[in-house]
Every structure is written in C-alpha cells, then in structure tokens.
C-alpha cells in the first residue's frame, strides 16, 4: 500500500498540516494553503475534522468555505465540521465565517462540536464507516483530538466463519500524542506528528509550551501498535530529510517496527521504508 494512493496532504510544523483522505472524502485539519492544493476537489469533501485550534491546523478553513461557495461546483452537498468541544479559537474563527459567509452560502455547511468517545457515521462510505474521536495530549488546557476511521469488512473468524467487525484503516493524531485508540485490530495507516527529534526535545518544550511527539516516539508507538504504514508528519523545517530518514531507521531498528515508513514533507509523502523493504537504508 502507498499512501499517496489514499491521501492528498501538505504538512510543515508551524507552517500548516492538513491531510485529505479520499477514499472516504473526509479531510483532517484544514491548514493555510488546502482550498488552493485540492482545487476542485474540494467540492469532494464532505467531512473536516480538526483537531485543535493552532492556527497551522485551522487558517486555510475560512478560504475553504468561500472557494466552495464561489467556484463553479456542486453545491447540493453539505460541508459537515467537526472541531474539539469549548475550542475558543475554533470558536472564534466559526464566528467570523458565520458573520463573513451570513446568508450568501449556497451549500448547508453544518457544524457540530465532538468530544472523546463521540462517533461519527460516513454515509458516504462504499461500506459501513464511521470516525471515533479520541483525546491527545498537546496544548495545556485545551482540548485536543485524534481520530480514526473504521471500516465494517468481512473477515474469518477463528473458526473459520464469515463475519463483519470493524477494521481501523486510518489514524490521525493530529498535532498530540499518548492516543487511546480503538480496540478494533492492526491498523492500515496511521498519521503521527513527529516534530522533533529526540535530541531537541526538551529545549522545544521549554520554548514553546506545547508538547509534541518526536520521530523516536512516533515510531515507538507506531511499533507498539504493529501499523501496518506509519506516515511521520508535522516534521520541523530544522531537519533535512537526511536527518529524519537516518533517525528514523535508527528508531524502527531499535523498536523493531516492521511496517511501512513514510515521511509526510511539504505536499509529499517519501517512502523511507516500505513493508517490504524492513533492511532497507536510505531514502526510497
């Protein structure tokens, strides 16, 4: 599986991050520069998830709702926005589109603040899909969200007999870490800020105030959870991708993660080791 088959993104810590997953046309956070990426696929879209209010994640939103409104398009379908319960920020940037887009959308564009543990149904879906909300850990005091998709498939039992359940095929932390995900199995692809490396960590925090995941970390959870493809995203722009290929091999080396490794730069996802290539060196 290539994830570039599955996703259209962009991600530079600071700058924006977002991630549109077009299988199930559900977009995750909505960073500066999406509406201008996606074109007419924004059209596409029928659900944005964000996962908290820093501007790197939410600034391209406004933009977003007004291209749809005013490029030639289908305008039959709805726009469905998720965002963390009590977000101020969000809040404020709601209000601002409310008042900006006030009677001249010609789209229902709804709204709905989420909390953990809230699941949302993707009617759109070719199969049973839904979205389940969970808490990370980032900004002190602010809720922050992650989600995954998770897909009803037949599969065998241990019996040998045919039955639906639930698979995970996508994880999105967005900019948190410390995920309670799902209980539903391996999953497919996974999303996972790493910021830093280790070795800047503790200075990052202290400069900042905010906690992020570091390429270690990432690929540390990635192995405790056997993702199947574990994309690296939200990287800062202090890094070659020299140096994020050689930490992470590093890091899968000692965790022993056996998926496949991405690294989400800019509008490209880099394959730094695929699921079949668990010796390979260097950037593929």
């Known amino acids: 599986m290539n994830p570039s088959d599955l996703l259209i993104s962009f991600s530079l810590a600071l700058y924006s991050t977002w991630f549109y997953h077009k299988p199930t046309r559900c977009l995750f956070d909505a960073g500066e520069g999406v ?45 469905n926005l998720y965002y963390p319960r009590h977000d101020p920020w969000i809040a404020a940037l709601l209000e601002y589109i409310e008042k900006k887009q006030s009677g001249l959308l010609r789209y229902p564009f709804y709204v709905q603040p989420v909390e953990p543990g809230d699941e949302i149904e993707i009617g759109e879906a070719k199969r049973p899909t839904r979205v389940s909300v969970f808490e990370t850990t980032h900004a002190p005091g602010r809720l922050c969200l992650g989600f995954e998709i998770e897909e009803e498939r037949k599969v065998l039992d241990d019996a040998g007999q045919a039955v639906y359940k639930l698979v995970p095929i996508f994880f999105y932390s967005g900019d948190g870490f410390r995920a309670r995900r799902s209980p539903y199995g391996r999953i497919e692809l996974a999303v996972h800020e790493a910021t830093f490396l280790e070795r800047d960590a503790g200075e990052a925090a202290r400069r900042i105030g905010h906690r992020h995941c570091t390429v270690e970390s990432a690929i540390g959870w990635g192995a405790s959870e056997d993702a199947k493809a574990l994309v690296l995203c939200h990287v800062s722009d202090r890094y070659s991708l020299e140096e994020i290929a050689s930490a992470a091999r590093a890091a899968a080396h000692e965790s022993k993660f056996r998926g496949g490794l991405y690294v989400a730069h800019r509008d490209l996802i880099i394959p730094l080791r695929s699921e079949q290539q668990s010796g390979a060196t260097g950037l593929s």
Do not use: C
Request: hydrophobic share 45%; glycine share 8%.
């Open 35 to 79: 509406a201008t990426a996606l074109g007419k696929r924004i059209f596409a879209i029928r659900h944005i998830f964000l996962s908290h209010g820093h501007e790197d994640h939410v600034s391209g939103l406004a933009n977003l709702v007004n291209a749809r409104n005013l490029v030639a398009g289908d305008q039959d379908k709805p726009l």
